[in-house]
C-alpha cells in the first residue's frame, strides 16, 4: 500500500461504512483502529444496530475517510471497498488488542468487534496536485 494512503488512513479516526441489504441503502459513521499489517478496519458497534445487521446479510460494503477543509488545494479522502468480518473469539482478541490500543477509553463500555477487511483503495489528494488520484488493490 502506498505510503502516502498509509499515513492519511492512521492519521485518521473516523470512518463512513456505507451497507446494503434488501436494496435498502445505509451509511454509518465509526471510529476505527487500523491493522495495516492485514489491511483491516477494526471497529466496534452493536450488534443490533442497522449497519452491523446489513453487514452480516450482505457483507461487502463500501465507505469513506475523508478531512473537512475549506480549502480546495488541501482537499484528501479515500473511497474503499471491502469485505465486512465478524470475527470467531480467537479473531475477536486480536481486533480488540489493535482497538485498545487506540482507543483506550472504549473498554469503559465494552461492544462488538468487526472489522473490514480492505480490498480496493481509491484516495483523492489535492496536497500533490490537483485531483491527484492513489489507486491500491488488495491482489
Not at 48 to 67: F, M
Not at 89 to 97: G, H, N, P
Not at 100 to 124: D, H
Request: aromatic share 14%; net charge positive; charged share 20%.
Amino acid at each position: 500500500m502506498d505510503k502516502r494512503i498509509l499515513k492519511f488512513i492512521q492519521g485518521n479516526k473516523v470512518f463512513a461504512m456505507c451497507t446494503t441489504s434488501e436494496n435498502q441503502p445505509y451509511c454509518a459513521s465509526c471510529f476505527y483502529a487500523f491493522d495495516e499489517e492485514h489491511h483491516l478496519l477494526i471497529f466496534a458497534s452493536d450488534d443490533h444496530t442497522n449497519h452491523i445487521q446489513q453487514a452480516v446479510a450482505n457483507p461487502k460494503v463500501a465507505g469513506t475517510i475523508n478531512t473537512e477543509t475549506t480549502t480546495v488545494a488541501k482537499i484528501q479522502g479515500i473511497q474503499f471497498t471491502g469485505v465486512f468480518i465478524a470475527p470467531d473469539d480467537e479473531q475477536a482478541k486480536s481486533f480488540y488488542k489493535v482497538y485498545y490500543k487506540r482507543f483506550p477509553f472504549a473498554k469503559a463500555k465494552p461492544s462488538p468487534i468487526w472489522g473490514i477487511q480492505l480490498n480496493w483503495i481509491k484516495m483523492t489528494d489535492n496536497t500533490l496536485g490537483f485531483g491527484k488520484k492513489l489507486v491500491w488493490e488488495n491482489v
